[in-house]
T-cell receptor, first 113, second 114 residues
Framework: DSGVTQTPKHLITATGQRVTLRCSPRSGDLSVYWYQQSLDQGLQFLIQYYNGEERAKGNILERFSAQQFPDLHSELNLSSLELGDSALYFC????????????FGSGTRLTVV | DQQVKQNSPSLSVQEGRISILNCDYTNSMFDYFLWYKKYPAEGPTFLISISSIKDKNEDGRFTVFLNKSAKHLSLHIVPSQPGDSAVYFCAASALRGSARQLTFGSGTQLTVLP
């Protein structure tokens, strides 16, 4: 157990729907990062939050949004889902903005049918 | 634009031999490099890292080498064990504004044959 908790582990939904992925960071970690891993692809950075504030954006689609709550858990919202959004979504956390490695959760596998 | 490239999607090695995983990068602003290991159904786990001011870092059976002039790094595993079979991701870090981000390669599937 890495200390980073992601729910749900698996999600199957239809095109056009909206889903919310949840992440609880490791205790004491203030930064949360979201990554997407599609088939045969590396980990694509989506977005970072630090202590409730958005800090950096990567290749995140406009249909996707995220937020970090006062208790530091984060949610990634995916809307108007398309088949191509099927992927593994990982959350990672680190103690601050300067880091020497993230701690990853075990991911949420999203399947859009 | 892939800033971090792992050109070998897969590698098979005999148990007890050396595994060498390679990674190339293009962004000269990267100043910290990491390797992650990922087993199926699990998230990536940190393995070893190296700062750009060094050219080698060793941790047990794992050694990472950095060649800044060639923008190349490699991970050596000696001796390789069947439990090392996993996907290995190379990652590079750069400071962007006030935030530090990791850019990952596409991964190399290592299979260690008994």
């Amino acid at each position: 157990d890495s200390g980073v908790t992601q729910t749900p582990k698996h999600l199957i939904t239809a095109t056009g729907q909206r889903v919310t992925l949840r992440c609880s960071p490791r205790s004491g970690d203030l930064s949360v990062y979201w990554y997407q891993q599609s088939l045969d692809q590396g980990l694509q950075f989506l977005i970072q939050y630090y202590n409730g504030e958005e800090r950096a954006k990567g290749n995140i689609l406009e249909r996707f949004s995220a937020q970090q709550f006062p208790d530091l858990h984060s949610e990634l919202n995916l809307s108007s889902l398309e088949l191509g959004d099927s992927a593994l979504y990982f959350c990672a956390s680190s103690v601050g903005q300067v880091f020497y490695g993230y701690t990853f959760g075990s991911g949420t596998r999203l399947t859009v049918v | 634009d892939q800033q971090v490239k792992q050109n070998s999607p897969s590698l098979s090695v005999q148990e007890g031999r050396i595994s060498i995983l390679n990674c190339d990068y293009t962004n000269s602003m990267f100043d910290y490099f990491l390797w992650y290991k990922k087993y199926p159904a699990e998230g990536p786990t940190f393995l070893i890292s190296i700062s750009s001011i060094k050219d080698k870092n060793e941790d047990g059976r794992f050694t990472v080498f950095l060649n800044k002039s060639a923008k190349h790094l490699s991970l050596h595993i000696v001796p390789s064990q069947p439990g090392d079979s996993a996907v290995y991701f190379c990652a590079a870090s750069a400071l962007r504004g006030s935030a530090r981000q990791l850019t990952f390669g596409s991964g190399t599937q290592l299979t260690v044959l008994p």
